[in-house]
């Protein structure tokens, strides 16, 4: 079975340009997670979605962050203008149910280089 | 609020010497699950364990074993006959299972081990 997938696994950009990331959650998942990774910070929850539904975008930096779920099979996060400090690799995670009992797959991240 | 700590930054040992990477955390549920997972150099984030609060149980799977410790708040794993495939960050994290806390998993800060041949 197909894990996470994550797209672009690579992306370099300008800072104000917009960048999206993409994600599929494994099938049969119904909660997914969007998390950022830096030396600075560790790894830090930035939303998460159950049933296609935001249930806490607590972790989301600022309003140049948005997140979407249109279906159970597609997130996407968005940094729109983007800024160098932005720059870090995104993980995007899937789980079973809805509680953080359940085991997080995670995907194989995006590292994100905001010039 | 829930914590965790992984007090080791970095740990060096020399192939087939066992290794115990720790982990103590902070929280106020009596219900609350415990993660380890590995990052190696190439990048993604691999499950190793999920323990529950309620079975403190010692867990061995091959090389790898784990020692729950509720008295000590404490979920160290232990890596026998270390290989140099072993190198990698080591994350330990918890999440507890409260609608208010949602899914909301911690991490601790990792610990960086490299395997020397």
């Known amino acids: 079975d197909a894990g996470v997938i994550q797209s672009p696994r690579h992306e370099v950009t300008e800072m104000g340009q917009e960048v999206t990331l993409r994600c599929k959650p494994i099938?049969?998942?119904?909660?997914l997670f969007w998390y950022r990774q830096t030396m600075m910070r560790g790894l830090e929850l930035l939303i998460y979605f159950n049933n296609n539904v935001p249930i806490d975008d607590s972790g989301m930096p600022e309003d140049r962050f948005s997140a979407k779920m249109p279906n159970a099979s597609f997130s996407t996060l968005k940094i729109q203008p983007s800024e160098p400090r932005d720059s870090a690799v995104y993980f995007c995670a899937s789980s079973f149910g809805s509680l953080g009992t359940d085991t997080q797959y995670f995907g194989p991240g995006t590292r994100l280089t905001v010039l | 609020a829930q914590k965790v700590t992984q007090a080791q930054t970095e740990i060096s040992v020399v192939e087939k010497e066992d290794v115990t990477l720790d982990c103590v955390y902070e929280t106020r549920d009596t219900t609350y699950y415990l993660f380890w997972y590995k990052q190696p150099p190439s990048g993604e984030l691999v499950f190793l364990i999920r323990?529950?609060?309620?079975?403190?149980q010692n867990e061995i799977s091959g090389r790898y074993s784990w020692n729950f410790q509720k008295s000590t708040s404490s979920f160290n794993f232990t890596i026998t006959a270390s290989q140099v495939v072993d190198s990698a960050v080591y994350f330990c994290?918890?999440?507890?299972?409260?609608?208010?806390?949602?899914?909301?998993?911690?991490f601790g800060e990792g610990t960086q081990l490299t395997v020397n041949p």
């Open positions: 323990r529950n609060s309620f079975d403190e």
């Open positions: 099938s049969g998942h119904n909660s």
């Open positions: 994290a918890l999440s507890e299972a409260t609608e208010t806390s949602g899914s909301r998993l911690t």
